[in-house]
């Protein structure tokens, strides 16, 4: 059974930092691209970060690029993203979601997490 486990969310200040994980089981990430989403209340699901199955190259959207870094740990199998200097517009349930070989889309995964909640606010 394929299960991804989001944890790390929580409440934190404007410009602090969050890592967050997903632990995934019943595949490999060695076949397994990981991509990074967030939604907000009323707004779209909104793509913003994806690490490859291959190599590891990493891909982030214009609105996170150079504060969120993605990673893995293909022995623990997780995936993490590092957030820093977190803005008012960033609080979402931020999901982790796989698809084979590929990056996944907003719509288009093999598997999906449940997520975990991100606010921020002083």
């Known amino acids: 059974q394929v299960q991804l486990v989001e944890s790390g969310g929580g409440l934190v200040q404007p410009g602090g930092s969050l890592r967050l994980s997903c632990v995934v089981s019943?595949?490999?990430?060695?076949?397994?691209?990981i991509g990074w989403f967030r939604q907000a209340p009323g707004k779209e699901r909104e793509g913003i970060s994806c690490?490859?199955?291959?190599?590891?190259?990493?891909y982030s959207s214009d609105s996170v690029k150079g504060r969120f870094t993605v990673s893995r740990d293909n022995a623990k199998n997780t995936v993490y993203l590092q957030m820093n200097s977190l803005k008012p517009e960033d609080p979402a349930v931020y999901y982790c979601?796989?698809?084979?070989?590929?990056?996944?889309?907003?719509?288009?995964?093999?598997?999906r997490g449940q997520g975990t909640q991100v606010t921020v606010s002083s």
């Open positions: 979601a796989t698809r084979f070989i590929k990056c996944p889309s907003r719509y288009d995964y093999d598997y």
């Open positions: 019943g595949l490999s990430l060695d076949y397994y691209a």
């Open positions: 690490i490859s199955s291959s190599d590891g190259s990493t």
